[in-house]
């Protein structure tokens, strides 16, 4: 079965520092995505990686997708209150299945 | 603005009673996805369909049923409601290969939070 591991599970940090969170798997994904999910809504799409060792940015949120594609990461420059949610990973295997993490709840402290 | 609408944000239903979700989306994609979230748990896919009046189980299928009879609707069936049932029910709909370059983005509705008593 394939898995994608979210970490830290919990992260709760002071406005204004930084903060990187991990999605890793011993499989490899065709495709990588990251949702942000607020309480009570929907995840709404941040992110796809598609290429070993693409880094893409969104404005304070840069997203890498490992050589292998195995693995992703995303940073989050002097985080702000309003970044606070459910960060989710999912990956698309090569029979175009998704696979989602579990998430990372990150609570921003004003 | 593309949107994936679900009909109730919030029900409380009683065991044993029937329960529609509804699903409507409005960017054309083929492929249509149910998910229960619950704590610990994450998303779990429980019927998916790729086209009008085809629908595959996902992971966890039993209990449910599913209607896919127009392109841009997707309806979740709990024919009995149980208490297990109680979670968060998302609704997500994506391209199909074949309609561009398929990445498996998914685009999800707001959710709705069914409680069973």
């Known amino acids: 079965t394939q898995l994608l591991e979210q970490s830290p599970q919990f992260l709760s940090i002071q406005e204004g520092e930084n903060l990187t969170v991990y999605c890793n798997s011993s499989s490899v994904f065709s495709s990588l995505q990251w949702y942000r999910q607020e309480p009570g809504e929907g995840p709404v799409l941040l992110v796809t990686?598609?290429?070993?060792?693409e880094v893409k940015k969104l404005k304070r949120l840069t997203f890498q997708f490992g050589d292998a594609r195995k693995d992703s990461s995303l940073h989050i420059t002097a985080a702000q209150p309003g970044d606070t949610g459910l960060y989710l990973c999912?990956?698309?295997?090569?029979?175009?299945?998704?696979?989602f993490g579990k998430g990372t709840r990150l609570h921003i402290l004003p | 603005d593309v949107k994936v609408t679900q009909s109730s944000r919030y029900l409380v239903k009683r065991t044993g009673e029937k329960v529609f979700l509804e699903c409507v989306q409005d960017m054309d994609h083929e492929n249509m996805f149910w998910y229960r979230q619950d704590p610990g748990l994450g998303l779990r896919l429980i019927y998916f369909?790729?086209?009008?009046?085809?629908?595959e189980k996902g992971d966890i299928p039993e209990g449910y049923s599913v209607s896919r009879e127009k392109k841009e609707r997707f309806s979740l069936i709990l024919e009995s409601a149980s208490t297990n049932q109680t979670s968060m029910y998302l609704c997500a709909s994506s391209l199909a290969l074949g309609q561009g370059v398929y990445t498996g983005e998914l685009f999800f509705g707001e959710g709705s939070r069914l409680t069973v008593l």
């Open positions: 990686v598609v290429t070993g060792g």
């Open positions: 369909s790729y086209d009008v009046k085809m629908k």
């Open positions: 999912a990956g698309m295997n090569r029979d175009d299945k998704i696979i």
